[in-house]
C-alpha cells in the first residue's frame, strides 16, 4: 500500500482542486449545501485517489455521480470526463464480478447443504447457528456502511473495509488539519 | 506448576470465544487443564455449568482449579450461554480436545498425551496464524525458508518420545523464535498492499509444505511478538502444536494439492505456480502424513517438544510415519518417500481427510466447515480430520476461503484501534462498523466545521496552503517527501500569488530534511509572505505546534480513538 503521507498528499491536492471548483457557486450556498459540497469534493478527492483499484471508491464515485447534476458536474471536474468514463465502465464490470461471485457462492452454498450429515448435538447447533446469525447481521451493516459493499462476498468485503479506513483515516486526518489550520488563521 | 503458569497467562486472552488467538489460547487453556489433571469423561453437567460461567470471565485463578471442567465448561458454555457466539468458537475445540484426550488416555503415554492433547488444540489456531505469517515469512524471509530453517531440525528430530523437553528449554527456544519473528510479523501486519499479496502467498504457500513448519513455527512467533509474555509461553504450546499442525497441513495440502489443485490455484496463478513447484519439491516431505517434514522443523526449533507432541497426539501409524520420518531425516536420505509411503496409506482412506485415528474421531465436527463463524484455525483442522466427502471441493475452499477471512481479520485487528483485545468474528466486526461508522461521522463533522468556520474557505484555502501543507506534512506524517511535490503542484494553485509560492520553494527545499519538530521554525521566515498569517506564524513556535495539533485533536468529534494526543481544548486557548 502506498505510505499514508503521500495519499495524504494526492488527496489534499484533488480535494483542493474540487473545493475550488465548487466554490465558484459556492458564494450564496447554504451552510449545508456547503457542507454537503465540501463533503463530496472530499469523498471523490479521496475515491479518485485510489484511482478505482478498489470497489468502494468506484461505488462511491458512481453514486455521487448518479444522485444530482451537481454531483454529476463536480465529479467530472475533478476527475476529467474521460476518467469519468473509465469509472463507469469499471464500475460495471466490477458489478459482473460481485454478481458472479454471488451467484458462485448461492451455488456452493447449494451444494453444501446438501450432504449435510452432521451429529447436531442441539446446543452446538443452536450455538453455532446463532454465531452465524450474529456474524451475518453485522456483515449486513458493514455492507452497508461501505459504499458499493452489497455486492462484495466476505473477503472482498474485508479487502475493501481496510482499504476504506485508510482512506477515511486520511480523510479525517487531511481534514482536521485544514480545519483547524483555517480556524487559526480565523482566530488571529 | 509451569504449565499452570503459562496458562494463566494465556487465560488472560481465553476469555473471550475466540476467532483465532482466542481460540488458540481457549485451546492452550483446556489443554493445561487437561495436562494437569488427569482428563476426567466429561460427564459433569454440573461442573459444566461453572465452568461455563467462568468462561466468560477471566478467571485465572479458577481456570486451573477446573481443569477438568475447563473442556466441559466450554462445551456447556456454547450449549448454556446461548448469548455467547463466542462460545462456539470454543466448541469445536473443546470437542477436539476431548476427543485427542481420549485418543491419549488410551495410549497411554502420561507425557505423550500431555502434549499431544497440548497439540490438538493449538491446531486450529496454528493453521489460522500460519497463513498470514505464510506471507509475512514469504514476504520478507525467503532465505529463511531457503537455509536456516530447520535443516537441522532432521537431525535432532528427537528419537527420545518418551522424552518430555525440558520445558524451560523448551520455552527458550520459543522466546527465542518469537523474538525472532517479532519484527517480521510487524512488516508483515502492518501495510495493507499486503493483503492481496497475501491472499497470493496463502494460496500459493498453503500448497508448500515444506515451509509450513517454519510458518507454524513462525506463526507462533509472530504471535509472541503480538502479545510478549502470554505468546512466549504459548509458543511453547505452540510449537508443539506446529508439528502435529504442520503434519495435519500438509497431509491435508498434499492430497488438495495433488487432487485438486487447480480450484485453488486460480486466482493466483503466478503464486500458486511458485507454490506448486514448491509444493511439488515438498510434496513427498509433506506427503508423509505431514508428520515428518513437517515436524522437522519445528522439532528442529522446538527441539524435543515438539516431538512429544506430534507424537504424543498421533496415532499409531502417525507414531510410526513419525518415527520413520525422523528416522529417515536423521539419516537424512529417504525420509520423504518412505514418509510418503505412510502417507500414501493415509492418503488412500480419505482423500482430504487426515486419515489419521485422530481425525476420525475428532470428525465431532459434523459439517464440513462451512460454518462462517467458526474460527478458520478450527475448521482448519477440523475440515481435514472429518470424513471424505463427496464435496471435498467445496469444502477445501471453504477452508481457503475461511483462512483468507481471518488474514484479512487480523490485518483488521491492527488497523483498528482497540480491536486487538477482541477475538471472535461478531466482536471484531462490531469494532470494525463502529471503527467505520465514527470515522465517517468525523468526516460529515469536519466538512461542517469546515463550511462554517470560513465562509471564503477559497481564499484561505489558497492562503493557506503551503502553510497548510506545510503543516500537515509535519503533523500527521513527518516525511517531507512531500516537499517536491509539494512544489511542483503548488504554482498552479496559487496563480495569484507568486510570491508566495517562490518564498515557499527555498523554505521547502530547506525543510526536505527537516523533521517534524523544526518545521515550525520554518515558519517564520515563510510566514513573511503571507497576510493574515503574519500573527499567526510569529506565534508559530514548536510549542504552538504542539497545541495546534492538540487543537486539532480537541475540536475533532468526540471520537477518543481519533484523538492523537487529546488534550483538552482550554489548554490551547490559554495558550492562543
Redesign the interface.
Known amino acids: 500500500m502506498r505510505p499514508p503521507s503521500s495519499l495524504k498528499q494526492e488527496f489534499l491536492k484533488k480535494w483542493i482542486t474540487g473545493l475550488q471548483r465548487c466554490s465558484s457557486s459556492k458564494r450564496n450556498m447554504s451552510i449545508l449545501e456547503r457542507t454537503k459540497a465540501i463533503k463530496l469534493s472530499a469523498d471523490v478527492a479521496m475515491a479518485s485517489a485510489r484511482n478505482s483499484t478498489t470497489c468502494w471508491s468506484r461505488a462511491l464515485i458512481a453514486n455521487a455521480s448518479k444522485d444530482g447534476s451537481d454531483g454529476k458536474h463536480l465529479v467530472e471536474q475533478i476527475l476529467g470526463l474521460e476518467s469519468e468514463r473509465l469509472m463507469m465502465k469499471k464500475a460495471s464490470t466490477g458489478a459482473l464480478v460481485c454478481n458472479k461471485r454471488i451467484r458462485s457462492k448461492k451455488i456452493l452454498k447449494r451444494s453444501c447443504r446438501i450432504p449435510r450429515t452432521r451429529k447436531c448435538v442441539p446446543q452446538v447447533a443452536l450455538a453455532t447457528s446463532i454465531a452465524k446469525r450474529m456474524v451475518r447481521k453485522r456483515t449486513q451493516v458493514l455492507k452497508s456502511l461501505i459504499p458499493g459493499g452489497e455486492f462484495m462476498n466476505e473477503v472482498s468485503l474485508i479487502e475493501e473495509t481496510l482499504d476504506y479506513i485508510i482512506s477515511l483515516r486520511v480523510q479525517v486526518d487531511v481534514m482536521r488539519g485544514l480545519a483547524g489550520v483555517s480556524e487559526l488563521v480565523n482566530h488571529n | 506448576m509451569r504449565e499452570q503458569r503459562e496458562y494463566k497467562k494465556v487465560s488472560r486472552e481465553s476469555e473471550h470465544g475466540g476467532m483465532d488467538i482466542g481460540e488458540k489460547d481457549k485451546h492452550e487453556l483446556e489443554k493445561r487443564n487437561e495436562n494437569n489433571i488427569n482428563y476426567q469423561a466429561p460427564g459433569m453437567s454440573s461442573d459444566w455449568q461453572f465452568g461455563g460461567a467462568n468462561l466468560t470471565s477471566p478467571p485465572m485463578s479458577l481456570v486451573p482449579s477446573d481443569n477438568p471442567m475447563a473442556i466441559g465448561s466450554s462445551c456447556a458454555s456454547?450449549?448454556?450461554v446461548?448469548?455467547?457466539?463466542?462460545?462456539?468458537?470454543e466448541?469445536p475445540s473443546n470437542s477436539q480436545n476431548l476427543v485427542f484426550c481420549d485418543i491419549n488416555v488410551q495410549n497411554g503415554a502420561s507425557s505423550l498425551n500431555a502434549i499431544g492433547i497440548g497439540k490438538g488444540g493449538p491446531n486450529s489456531r496454528r493453521s489460522s496464524i500460519d497463513r498470514p505469517f505464510d506471507m509475512g515469512w514469504n514476504a520478507s524471509s525467503s532465505m529463511l525458508k531457503g537455509g536456516m530453517f530447520l535443516p537441522h531440525a532432521t537431525g535432532i528430530l528427537p528419537q527420545s518420545l518418551s522424552q518430555l523437553p525440558a520445558d524451560s528449554a523448551f520455552i527458550e527456544r520459543a522466546a527465542r523464535l518469537s523474538s525472532f519473528n517479532g519484527g517480521n510479523f510487524s512488516d508483515m501486519v502492518n501495510?495493507?498492499?499486503?493483503?492481496?499479496s497475501m491472499?497470493i502467498y496463502t494460496r500459493g504457500v498453503g500448497l508448500m509444505q515444506g515451509p509450513q513448519d517454519i510458518f507454524a513455527i513462525s506463526g507462533m512467533k509472530s504471535v509472541s511478538g503480538m502479545e510478549s509474555q502470554k505468546r512466549k509461553l504459548n509458543a511453547t504450546e505452540a510449537s508443539r502444536d506446529a508439528c502435529l499442525q504442520v503434519e495435519n497441513r500438509s497431509t491435508q495440502e498434499s492430497p488438495h494439492k495433488n487432487e485438486r489443485g487447480s480450484e485453488i490455484l486460480v486466482p493466483s496463478k503466478e503464486k500458486a505456480k511458485q507454490g506448486t513447484a514448491g509444493s511439488g519439491n515438498e510434496s513427498d516431505k509433506a506427503e508423509f502424513s505431514g508428520g515428518a517434514g513437517g515436524q522437522d522443523e519445528p522439532s528442529a526449533l522446538d527441539g524435543t517438544g515438539g516431538e512429544p507432541s506430534a507424537k504424543g497426539v498421533s496415532s499409531k501409524k502417525r507414531k510410526r510415519i513419525v518415527q520413520d520420518a525422523e528416522d529417515d531425516q536423521a539419516k537424512g536420505g529417504q525420509p520423504p518417500i518412505e514418509a510418503a509411503k505412510d502417507s500414501a496409506e493415509n492418503q488412500q482412506k480419505g482423500d482430504q481427510n487426515q486419515t489419521t485415528m485422530i481425525n476420525k474421531t475428532t470428525g465431532?465436527?459434523?459439517?464440513?466447515g462451512?460454518?462462517?463463524?467458526?474460527p478458520p484455525k478450527e475448521e482448519y483442522i477440523h475440515v481435514r480430520a472429518r470424513r471424505g466427502?463427496?464435496?471435498n471441493s467445496?469444502?477445501l475452499?471453504?477452508r481457503v476461503?475461511r483462512e483468507?477471512?481471518s488474514e484479512?481479520?487480523k490485518?483488521?485487528q491492527d488497523?483498528?484501534p482497540g480491536c486487538s483485545k477482541v477475538t471472535g468474528?461478531?466482536l471484531m466486526?462490531?469494532e470494525?462498523?463502529n471503527?467505520?461508522?465514527s470515522?465517517?461521522r468525523?468526516?460529515?463533522f469536519?466538512?461542517?466545521?469546515?463550511?462554517?468556520?470560513?465562509p471564503g474557505?477559497?481564499f484561505?484555502?489558497?492562503?493557506?496552503?503551503p502553510?497548510?501543507?506545510i503543516?500537515?506534512?509535519a503533523?500527521?506524517?513527518s516525511?517531507l517527501?512531500?516537499s517536491p511535490?509539494?512544489s511542483v503542484?503548488y504554482p498552479s494553485?496559487h496563480p495569484t500569488q507568486p510570491g508566495l509560492v517562490q518564498g515557499a520553494l527555498p523554505v521547502m527545499g530547506n525543510n526536505a530534511d527537516v523533521i517534524r519538530g523544526t518545521l515550525s521554525s520554518h515558519f517564520t521566515p515563510m510566514a513573511g509572505g503571507f497576510k493574515?498569517?503574519t500573527?499567526?506564524s510569529n506565534?508559530w513556535e514548536d510549542d504552538l505546534h504542539n497545541v495546534?495539533q492538540m487543537?486539532?485533536g480537541a475540536?475533532?468529534p468526540s471520537d477518543n480513538q481519533?484523538v492523537n494526543g487529546s488534550l483538552p481544548s482550554d489548554h490551547t486557548k490559554v495558550e492562543?
Not at chain 2, 446461548?82 to 468458537?89: A, E, K, T
Not at chain 2, 469536519?446 to 470560513?454: F, G, I, P
Open positions: 456454547a450449549s448454556g446461548d448469548s455467547f457466539g463466542s462460545n462456539l468458537w466448541h501495510p495493507f498492499g499486503i493483503p492481496e491472499d465431532k465436527q459434523g459439517k464440513k462451512s460454518q462462517a463463524s467458526d466427502q463427496a464435496t467445496h469444502s475452499a471453504e476461503r483468507k477471512i484479512r481479520m490485518l483488521l488497523l483498528v468474528k461478531a466486526l462490531d470494525i462498523i471503527y467505520v461508522q470515522l465517517q468525523q468526516v460529515e469536519l466538512s461542517m466545521k469546515l463550511a462554517t468556520v470560513d474557505l477559497d484561505n484555502i489558497e492562503g493557506l496552503l502553510k497548510d501543507i503543516h500537515l506534512r503533523g500527521p506524517s516525511t517527501g512531500f511535490e509539494f503542484g494553485l493574515e498569517p500573527q499567526v506565534a495546534v487543537n486539532y475540536n475533532a481519533e492562543l
